[in-house]
């Protein structure tokens, strides 16, 4: 799994290649339409897509006479689900740090329900 996050996450890290994805996510193009927007040669966004296509982003169908390149919308799955993984590790981390934070400034609670600095207030009243 590992390697095939590499890769995926090796295919996205080009900005063109992540154009193409978002391009995709849309709707198939071929690779003329898909070579428009860009100052590039053909050669040069077919390179892109073996890249994305060695990734396991795209694929590449016969119609007729044109050949779409088609988004595998399903392999953003596995990617998501390892960064979710560690966005949620990260929160917990978060909340712990606030949690902690939040002692810090208001101090340990008394019991009672009051804290350290109401029951001083208290007193000094």
């Not at 590992?2 to 154009?19: C, G, H, Q, V």
């Not at 390179?47 to 396991?56: E, F, N, P, Q, R």
Request: negative net charge; charged residues 30%.
């Amino acid at each position: 799994m590992s390697d095939e996050l590499s890769k995926m996450f090796a295919a996205l890290a080009d900005p063109t290649r992540r154009d193409m994805v978002a391009r995709l996510a849309v709707s198939d193009a071929t690779v003329s339409q898909l070579a428009e927007p860009y100052d590039v040669s053909i050669q040069a966004v077919s390179k892109h897509l073996k890249v994305l296509a060695d990734a396991g982003l795209v694929t590449r169908t016969r119609e007729a006479q044109t050949r779409p390149v088609h988004l595998e919308a399903e392999v953003f799955d596995l990617m998501t689900k390892w960064i979710e993984r560690y966005r949620r590790q990260a929160e917990e981390r978060y909340r712990r740090l606030d949690a902690l934070l939040a002692e810090m400034n208001d101090g340990p609670a008394a019991p009672g329900g009051e804290d350290e600095s109401t029951t001083k207030k208290g007193k000094a009243s």
